[in-house]
């Protein structure tokens, strides 16, 4: 769960037949499932306001504002078996694999 600089609240359903991404502004609930996703884990707001989404079995995806995008081939990942991820105070992301611990650097992100 995640309230961005706006004062919208992001929920998301890890549940694989959950409701996807969830969105409340104050007035109504709103539901994404980009490319027909229900599952994602983790919420990121980047500094510039865009949201980052992670799903378990499909990767990352980017939300700015009026279309999701995947990020798996810009990031360099194959978007399965993902746990978790975090931007620490330095803005390099950081992805937990199942297998690995995944860091890209703030200066060579992709996007």
Known sequence: MLQD???NIWLSSAWSKGEGIVVFDGKSLNNFTPDSINSFRSIIEKNNGDLLFLSPT???YEYNG???SNL???IGINGEMLVCFLEDENENLWIAHNLSLIHISEPTRPY
């Open 72 to 74: 798996n081939e810009k």
């Open 58 to 60: 499909h990767g990352i």
């Open 66 to 68: 009026k279309s999701f």
């Open 5 to 7: 600089r706006y004062g």
